[in-house]
């Protein structure tokens, strides 16, 4: 059966912004060669620090930005050849929601309109009666009543306003739905509401998931296969509780490391541990990419191939993927676990 969506070594470029009398600044490569799959009714996370790519990613998926190359396909069909004209049918099938509701949100318009037009627009249902009883029930459906229909986002919470986002996107019942830090903005409380709130409609629905969040603990509650970015590549993905169990990329452990823990003796151990594998060093410039590892000088496993070839991509015991050079030579781990070698690491310096 295919995939609902199958991303393939796709590659986003953004240029430089020229100046004159200077030279045209080298692209950054936002996103580098990343590849993965989304079954229909699964959530799939993308993890990484600020600048990693995740965003730039999403942005391609919902083709708001060009794609340098590499491939996208919904139901096998290739999205980056399709003809501006049939873009329509393309973004009625994957919606967004976004980290700021507020500036997401029309402000000059109240729910009625927010939520209808794009009924208007992908489902030919005229502004009426008619349609307010259908943003009614899809209002219903997050949760909120019939007394918001005529609500503008200024006079509504950041947990409603992000409700109503997510009312929107499903008004045009799509297939997938991509939440890019779509709780980041709110109180741990509104978070969890937000977060239960997806999955309900996720099981009813039966739509798929794209979740971007720097909170790992949120990504890992919420998927079923993760994926781990760092500077635009995809240095690990596979299942959410094995990926966490018992990483197979240094990169991976040091971010699981960084998750804290209720207990204080488990967390004072913890972190003393990411301490201990943190190498003190800023990441390359996307820019100036290195002609290896790009995490080569953060790692606290380095290999002298790691500073001049670029790491396979092997297969991970978790039955995912992992991009390092650990599991091809020295240790030559063959997609096992990092735990074991980094217990025994030697801290290093930058």
């Known amino acids: 059966m295919t995939a609902l969506l199958e991303v393939d070594e796709l590659t986003v470029a953004y240029q430089g912004r ?3 009398f200077r030279a045209t600044p080298p692209s950054i490569r936002a996103v580098n060669g990343v590849s993965l799959t989304l079954d229909r009714r699964r959530t799939f996370g993308l993890v990484g620090e600020s600048g990693s790519g995740k965003s ?5 998926l919902l083709q708001l930005v060009p794609v340098s190359s590499g491939s996208i396909l919904l139901d096998g069909r290739d999205v980056t050849v399709v003809p501006r004209s049939e873009l329509r049918e393309y973004r ?50 997050v949760g909120l009543d019939a007394a918001f229909l005529h609500r503008r986002p200024a006079q509504m919470s950041g947990g409603q306003r992000q409700r109503v986002s997510l009312a929107r996107a499903l008004a045009v ?19 969890s509401q937000v977060i239960n709130l997806l999955r309900r409609v996720q099981r009813e629905e039966g739509v798929a998931l794209l979740v971007i969040a720097h909170d790992l603990e949120v990504v890992r509650h919420m998927s079923d296969d993760v994926g781990v970015m760092y500077l635009g590549s995809l240095a690990e993905s596979g299942p959410a509780d094995e990926v966490y169990r018992d990483p197979t990329h240094p990169y991976t452990a040091m971010l699981v490391a960084s998750i804290p823990a209720p207990d204080p003796v488990e967390q004072a151990a913890r972190r003393a541990h990411r301490r201990r594998i943190t190498v003190d060093a800023e990441p390359p410039s996307p820019a100036a990419l290195p002609a290896g590892c790009p995490y080569a000088n953060r790692c606290p496993l380095v290999l002298e ?22 599991h091809v030579t020295g240790p030559e781990l063959g997609g096992a676990g990092v735990s074991e070698l980094l217990a025994d690491a030697a801290p290093r310096t930058a």
């Open 56 to 60: 730039s990613l999403a942005r391609a």
């Open 305 to 326: 191939r790691c500073h001049s070839e670029p790491p396979p991509t092997v297969p991970a015991w978790h039955g995912g993927t992992v991009r390092c050079h650990l």
């Open 18 to 20: 020229r100046r004159l």
């Open 173 to 191: 019942q799509p297939d997938l739905i991509i939440a890019d830090e779509a709780t980041s903005a709110l109180d741990v409380s509104i978070q």
């Open 92 to 141: 009625s099938r994957v919606q967004a929601v976004l980290q700021d509701p507020y500036s997401s949100l029309n402000q000059a318009h109240d729910v009625s309109v927010i939520v209808g037009d794009p009924i208007t627009v992908h489902r030919g249902i005229k502004a009426g009666a008619g349609r307010d009883d259908l943003v009614v029930e899809l209002l219903a459906e």
